[in-house]
T-cell receptor
Framework: DAKTTQPPSMDCAEGRAANLPCNHSTISGNEYVYWYRQIHSQGPQYIIH???NNETNEMASLIITEDRKSSTLILPHATLRDTAVYYC?????????????FGTGTRLKVLA | DTGVSQNPRHKITKRGQNVTFRCDPISEHNRLYWYRQTLGQGPEFLTY????????KSRLLSDRFSAERPKGSFSTLEIQRTEQGDSAMYLC????????????FGPGTRLTVT
């Protein structure tokens, strides 16, 4: 069962910041939050991940609430190429590795 | 290109036929994963290999499904007696140890069962 809930779709104007929310209220203390995106007909692409602290890389920023029950992915200056489905994922422990539990994602459309 | 590759990219088969997909992970990655993605849904975990050992299988993986990774490099996923409900994108991912276990996904194999 999915451990995350996301809005099904969002629009964002080109050049503006895209803020994608995610709820993960049942997350456990040692479970990471990962964000991936999937452009049509391609495999998911890693964006960023975090546990407790806010994180930033060249693609995006990840803001995690103090209680860890929700997070927000921020694309600071969205471009048309950022149009994709964005997945908020909880990484859970498996047998000798970690598994991704995907939700249904948010379809982001960046508008010119 | 040194990413994860999958073949074929598309497969159309008739109900009842067997199909086999191949995944070639990033060369130094010892962990390999299979996921299934149906239309409008996120990927669902199917199975996982560490080197040649299959360590975990989802309940989604019925008896008609079998996966192998005989030499700890490439992997195959076989579906026997395909059903229309098997129509989906089958994704392969790989990761290395002991990093943060980020998984790198291939482009997927889209299966259509008619």
């Amino acid at each position: 069962d999915a451990k995350t809930t996301q809005p099904p779709s969002m629009d964002c104007a080109e050049g503006r910041a895209a803020n994608l929310p995610c709820n993960h209220s049942t997350i456990s203390g040692n479970e990471y939050v990962y964000w991936y995106r999937q452009i049509h007909s391609q495999g998911p692409q890693y964006i960023i991940h975090g546990l407790k602290n806010n994180e930033t890389n060249e693609m995006a920023s990840l803001i995690i609430t103090e209680d860890r029950k929700s997070s927000t992915l921020i694309l600071p200056h969205a471009t048309l190429r950022d149009t994709a489905v964005y997945y908020c994922i909880v990484r859970v422990a498996g047998s000798g590795t970690y598994k991704y539990i995907f939700g249904t994602g948010t379809r982001l459309k960046v508008l010119a | 290109d040194t990413g994860v590759s999958q073949n074929p990219r598309h497969k159309i088969t008739k109900r009842g036929q067997n199909v086999t997909f191949r995944c070639d992970p990033i060369s130094e990655h010892n962990r390999l994963y299979w996921y299934r993605q149906t239309l409008g849904q996120g990927p669902e975990f199917l199975t996982y290999f560490q080197n040649e050992a299959q360590l975990e299988k989802s309940r989604l993986l019925s008896d008609r499904f079998s996966a192998e990774r005989p030499k700890g490099s490439f992997s195959t996923l076989e579906i026997q007696r395909t059903e229309q409900g098997d129509s989906a994108m089958y994704l392969c991912a790989s990761s290395s140890s002991p990093t943060t276990y980020e998984q790198y996904f291939g482009p997927g194999t889209r299966l259509t069962v008619t």
